[in-house]
């Protein structure tokens, strides 16, 4: 019996593609023999993973977008079904930073990070559920936080954000696993990223990286059908990052 999926042939739709963990991801699938839509809000990064995919012999498609908004979130998901002929993955990984204490965060912050850290998901969610369920197959990974599972004061917003985005996902898996698709939620600790490099402190050798993310993505795809991952899985470094 086979004990995992094979993904060549496969397409993914992964956000937030430009740098750190999307990139990641995205040159980890192309490995694979994934065929990448790939999209996000700079299109300088996003022609850089791009280059990146296809050096290696990847398939790739770039879509400026903010998915954030209906209709980017549709352009993107029409796109991948234009260039490609299906979608079979989603990787809900854009995301931005904004913390602060509660009563100290303005509406537009508080909002922002709402809108690309948790609608952004929901949107590109809503998008190719109707394929996927047609099609009666599809896996979407999240790429939350460990801030979506432990409460830190003063992570506002991001905190509340990834915790709503978990959740998210255990709704969409309930709803959708008895048409063979499949939800995965991923909260990654300290991930040395454009986001976070500069942090104060941040010791670099004591961090994850992209690829330990894009590894765990992998592995999560090529799953037998079958087996199901439950709550959200939480991966960390054995040392403090924290000098």
């Not at 490609?84 to 509660?102: E, K, T």
């Not at 809108?115 to 998008?127: D, I, Q, S, W």
């Not at 048409?179 to 976070?196: A, D, S």
């Not at 941040?202 to 037998?224: G, M, S």
Request: proline share 4%; glycine share 10%.
């Amino acid at each position: 019996m086979e004990t995992k999926l094979d993904l060549i042939g496969k397409v993914a739709i992964v956000t937030g593609a430009g740098s750190g963990i999307g990139q990641g991801v995205a040159r980890a699938l192309a490995d694979e023999g994934v065929s990448l839509v790939i999209c996000g809000r700079r299109s300088e990064p996003l022609q850089e993973t791009s280059r990146l995919v296809e050096t290696a012999g990847g398939r790739v498609t770039a879509i400026q977008a903010d998915i954030s908004q209906t209709p980017d979130a549709q352009r993107v998901v029409k796109a991948a079904l234009e260039t490609f002929g299906r979608v079979d993955i989603l990787i809900n990984n854009a995301g931005i930073g904004g913390g602060d204490s509660i009563h100290k965060m303005t509406d537009e912050e508080w909002d922002q990070v709402m809108a690309v850290n948790l609608r952004g998901a929901f949107l590109m969610t809503r998008e190719v559920l109707g394929y996927f369920r047609e099609q009666k197959s599809g896996h979407i990974i999240n790429i939350s936080s460990e801030s979506g599972l432990e409460y830190y004061p003063g992570d506002g917003s991001y905190g509340l954000s990834k915790h709503a985005l978990n959740d998210l996902g255990e709704y969409i898996q309930r709803e959708n696993q008895e048409l063979n698709i499949r939800v995965n939620t991923i909260c990654p600790g300290m991930v040395v990223t454009e986001m976070t490099e500069d942090s104060p402190g941040l010791n670099h050798e004591k961090c994850l990286y992209p690829e330990d993310i894009a590894d765990l993505v992998v592995w999560l795809l090529t799953r037998r059908p079958n087996v199901k991952i439950g709550t959200p899985i939480l991966i960390q470094t054995m040392l403090n990052p924290w000098e």
